[in-house]
C-alpha cells in the first residue's frame, strides 16, 4: 500500500480513503487500542451498511479511521472515529469528520453521533451541538430474578416475522430509519433479542444484544414504558453471558437505580450531538438503550 502523508498541520488537506469491508481486520486494532467493544463481526458489518474513510501511516497500516452510517434518508450517524495515540493533536481527527459531513451534506441527511469526552471538543467548533447526556454501565450479572413486566404485557423471543413490525415501531420513537441494523442485530444473536407485547399482540417495547469484544452488548431498548424496559432488559440480561454494556440516557432516573442494585457501574458517558435538526432525535424518552454509539 502507498505511503501517506505525515500528520497534517490543521487546515493542510489529508490524504483521507474509503475503508472497505474487506479492511475490517486491518482496521479493528484501532478500536481495540481504544479499548472499544467493537469486535470483528461488528466493524465488517458497518462498513458494509456504511462507508468508512481513514488515513493511513507510513508502514500502510491504518491510523485513523471515521463511519458514516445512513438511518433513512434524514438522517446518518457519524462514528468510530479514531486516530491511532501517535498521531493524535495533529488535525487527522477533524480532517476526518469534515469528510464524513461532507458525505451526509452531499446526501442531504443530518449528522448526528455520541461523543465521548475526547471527541467532544472537535465537534462542537464543527457546529454540533448537545442534544441528550447517556452513561455508560458496566455489570457482570443480574443479581436476583428479573423484574417482571407490568400486568397485561408478556415478553418472547423476536422471530423472523417481528422483524418489520419492529422497524415500524421503532422509527417514530427513537427517530431513525434503521431496518436493517436491527434485522442483522436480531438475526445475529437470536437468543438475545425479546418483544414485550400486549394482550391484543400489539408491540409494546424490544431488546437487542449482541456479543463483543470485552462484553455482551445490550440495546437498543426501546419501550412504551420504564417498567416494559427495565423487564426487557433483566430478560436479556438473564438470557445471554456477561460481563455487560448498556448505554442508557441519564433522563431515565429509574434505571439508574436498578442498574445499581445489578453493582453496576458507570465509567464514562457519551453526549448524544446533532449537526441540524432531526425529527424526535432530540426525545430518549422512549430510548432506554443505544444501539450504541457506533450504530446509533
Ligand atoms: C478524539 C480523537 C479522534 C481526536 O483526534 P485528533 O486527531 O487528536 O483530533 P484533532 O487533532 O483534530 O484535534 C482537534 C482539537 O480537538 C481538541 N482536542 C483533541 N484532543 C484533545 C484532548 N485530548 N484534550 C483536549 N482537547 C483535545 C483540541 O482543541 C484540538 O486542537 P489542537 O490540537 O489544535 O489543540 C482522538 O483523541 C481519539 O482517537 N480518541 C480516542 C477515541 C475517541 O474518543 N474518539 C471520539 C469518539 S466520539
Given at each position: 500500500?502507498?505511503?501517506?502523508?505525515?500528520?497534517?498541520?490543521?487546515?493542510?488537506?489529508?490524504?483521507?480513503?474509503?475503508?472497505?469491508?474487506?479492511?475490517?481486520?486491518?482496521?479493528?486494532?484501532?478500536?481495540?487500542?481504544?479499548?472499544?467493544n467493537?469486535?470483528?463481526?461488528?466493524?465488517?458489518?458497518?462498513?458494509?451498511?456504511?462507508?468508512?474513510?481513514?488515513?493511513?501511516?507510513?508502514?500502510?497500516?491504518?491510523?485513523?479511521?471515521?463511519?458514516?452510517?445512513?438511518?433513512?434518508?434524514?438522517?446518518?450517524?457519524?462514528?468510530?472515529?479514531?486516530?491511532?495515540?501517535?498521531?493524535?493533536?495533529?488535525?487527522?481527527?477533524?480532517?476526518?469528520?469534515?469528510?464524513?459531513?461532507?458525505?451526509?451534506?452531499?446526501?442531504?441527511?443530518?449528522?448526528?453521533?455520541?461523543?465521548?469526552?475526547?471527541?467532544?471538543?472537535?465537534?462542537?467548533?464543527?457546529?454540533?451541538?448537545?442534544?441528550?447526556?447517556?452513561?455508560r454501565?458496566h455489570?457482570?450479572?443480574?443479581?436476583?430474578?428479573?423484574?417482571?413486566?407490568?400486568?397485561?404485557?408478556?415478553?418472547?423471543?423476536?422471530?423472523?416475522?417481528?422483524?418489520?413490525?419492529?422497524?415500524?415501531?421503532?422509527?417514530?420513537?427513537?427517530?431513525?430509519?434503521?431496518?436493517?441494523?436491527?434485522?442483522?442485530?436480531?438475526?445475529?444473536?437470536?437468543?438475545?433479542?425479546?418483544?414485550?407485547?400486549?394482550?391484543?399482540?400489539?408491540?409494546?417495547?424490544?431488546?437487542?444484544?449482541?456479543?463483543?469484544?470485552?462484553a455482551?452488548s445490550?440495546?437498543?431498548?426501546?419501550?412504551?414504558?420504564?417498567?416494559?424496559?427495565?423487564?426487557?432488559?433483566?430478560?436479556?440480561?438473564?438470557?445471554?453471558?456477561?460481563?455487560f454494556i448498556i448505554?442508557?440516557?441519564?433522563?431515565?432516573?429509574?434505571?439508574?437505580?436498578?442498574?445499581?442494585?445489578?453493582?453496576?457501574?458507570?465509567?464514562?458517558?457519551?453526549?448524544?450531538?446533532?449537526?441540524?435538526?432531526?425529527?424526535?432525535?432530540?426525545?430518549?424518552?422512549?430510548?432506554?438503550?443505544?444501539?450504541?454509539?457506533?450504530?446509533?
Amino acid at each position: 500500500m502507498a505511503s501517506t502523508d505525515a500528520a497534517a498541520a490543521p487546515g493542510e488537506s489529508l490524504d483521507v480513503r474509503p475503508i472497505d469491508a474487506d479492511e475490517s481486520e486491518r482496521v479493528w486494532p484501532l478500536s481495540v487500542e481504544a479499548g472499544w467493544n467493537q469486535n470483528l463481526a461488528d466493524w465488517r458489518f458497518m462498513l458494509g451498511a456504511g462507508r468508512g474513510f481513514g488515513c493511513i501511516g507510513p508502514d500502510g497500516g491504518w491510523q485513523a479511521s471515521s463511519l458514516v452510517l445512513p438511518l433513512g434518508r434524514q438522517l446518518a450517524w457519524i462514528s468510530m472515529v479514531l486516530v491511532t495515540k501517535d498521531r493524535r493533536r495533529g488535525g487527522v481527527g477533524t480532517g476526518l469528520l469534515k469528510r464524513c459531513i461532507d458525505e451526509v451534506r452531499a446526501a442531504g441527511a443530518v449528522a448526528g453521533l455520541d461523543a465521548t469526552e475526547q471527541g467532544r471538543p472537535i465537534y462542537l467548533p464543527l457546529g454540533f451541538r448537545d442534544l441528550y447526556p447517556i452513561a455508560r454501565w458496566h455489570f457482570d450479572a443480574v443479581t436476583g430474578a428479573a423484574m417482571p413486566p407490568p400486568a397485561g404485557v408478556a415478553l418472547r423471543p423476536v422471530a423472523v416475522a417481528d422483524l418489520p413490525r419492529l422497524a415500524l415501531y421503532d422509527r417514530p420513537l427513537s427517530g431513525m430509519e434503521r431496518p436493517s441494523i436491527l434485522a442483522h442485530l436480531a438475526l445475529r444473536q437470536p437468543g438475545r433479542a425479546w418483544v414485550a407485547e400486549d394482550a391484543a399482540g400489539k408491540i409494546v417495547g424490544y431488546a437487542l444484544g449482541r456479543e463483543g469484544r470485552v462484553a455482551t452488548s445490550l440495546g437498543p431498548v426501546v419501550a412504551d414504558s420504564e417498567a416494559i424496559a427495565l423487564a426487557l432488559i433483566g430478560r436479556a440480561a438473564t438470557a445471554a453471558p456477561g460481563p455487560f454494556i448498556i448505554d442508557v440516557p441519564s433522563a431515565h432516573a429509574a434505571v439508574r437505580p436498578w442498574l445499581e442494585a445489578q453493582g453496576a457501574v458507570t465509567p464514562r458517558g457519551y453526549m448524544r450531538m446533532t449537526l441540524g435538526t432531526a425529527d424526535r432525535l432530540d426525545d430518549p424518552s422512549h430510548v432506554f438503550a443505544l444501539a450504541g454509539p457506533e450504530l446509533g
